[in-house]
C-alpha cells in the first residue's frame, strides 16, 4: 500500500520559514516527478513546487524565489522549504507525483502564516 505523509506545518508569523517533509512508503518514486501542492480554504489545490527524477525544479510564480524543494530517493523523503512567508501562503500541503495519482493524496499538513 503507497502512503505519502506529510509533516512539518504549523502556525508561523509573516516573513517566517517552515520546512515541510514527505516520507513515501510501499512506492519507489525514484523514477517519478514529485510535487507539493497546497489548498486554501474555498480554492481549488495548485501545484507549487516539482522535482523531476534527476533534480530539475520548477516553481509556480508565486512562490517562486521563496520556496525551495528537494528529495532523498534513498531516505524516500521529499522536503519544502519555504521561506519569506505570507498570509496567502496559509493552505493544507500535500506532496504526490506529477501528476498526481488520486489513490497518493494523503491528509496533508496546516500551514498557517499570521500575526
Known amino acids: 500500500q503507497v502512503q505519502l505523509v506529510e509533516s512539518g506545518g504549523g502556525l508561523v508569523q509573516p516573513g517566517g520559514s517552515l520546512r515541510l517533509s514527505c516520507v513515501a512508503s510501499g512506492i519507489n518514486f525514484s523514477p517519478y516527478a514529485m510535487g507539493w501542492y497546497r489548498q486554501a480554504p474555498g480554492k481549488q489545490r495548485e501545484l507549487v513546487a516539482t522535482?523531476?527524477?534527476?533534480?530539475?525544479?520548477n516553481y509556480a510564480v508565486s512562490v517562486e524565489g521563496r520556496f525551495s524543494i528537494s528529495r532523498d530517493t534513498a531516505k524516500k523523503t521529499v522536503d519544502l522549504q519555504m521561506s519569506s512567508l505570507k498570509p496567502e501562503d496559509t493552505a493544507v500541503y500535500y506532496c504526490n507525483k506529477v501528476p498526481g495519482t488520486n489513490a497518493y493524496w494523503g491528509q496533508g499538513t496546516q500551514v498557517t502564516v499570521s500575526s
Open positions: 522535482i523531476s527524477p534527476r533534480g530539475t525544479t
